[in-house]
């Protein structure tokens, strides 16, 4: 059985960038070579849930995509932090959640291109 994997990395509060996209999308690639199950954010679907969350809740949606996220990387069996992953606040939550859970924790480096 295929391990479920979940990037973590820098996104931004807006929409992803294409390199963000880009940037997600090649270490998606890499990790399925790799035989992983990959959740990539950026690419999740959930954003339009988080819009309508927020408005219902009178939240904000970056707090409840941040929850919808959390929820997939409790079903996870490993995260692999973006070299970004410092810069964002989300995803220094995501890694200390993953790590509070005993997931796995994989570094990608940076990549000559970023």
């Known amino acids: 059985m295929s391990k479920k994997v979940y990037i973590a990395g ?16 090649k270490a998606e690639k890499l990790l399925q070579s790799k035989g992983y199950l990959v959740f ?3 690419r999740s679907g ?4 988080a819009e309508v969350l927020a408005q219902e809740k009178g939240t904000d949606f970056y707090r409840e995509i941040m929850l919808l996220d959390l929820d997939v990387l409790a079903k996870c069996d490993v995260i692999c932090m973006l070299a970004d992953w410092t810069d964002s606040p989300g ?4 890694f200390y959640f993953a790590k509070a859970l005993g997931l796995e924790i994989i570094y990608k480096r940076r990549d000559k291109d970023e």
């Open 10 to 25: 820098k996104i931004g509060k807006g929409a992803p960038s294409e390199a963000t996209l880009r940037k997600f999308a």
């Open 40 to 42: 990539n954010p950026t």
């Open 46 to 49: 959930l954003g339009a849930t």
């Open 91 to 94: 995803a220094t939550v995501e």
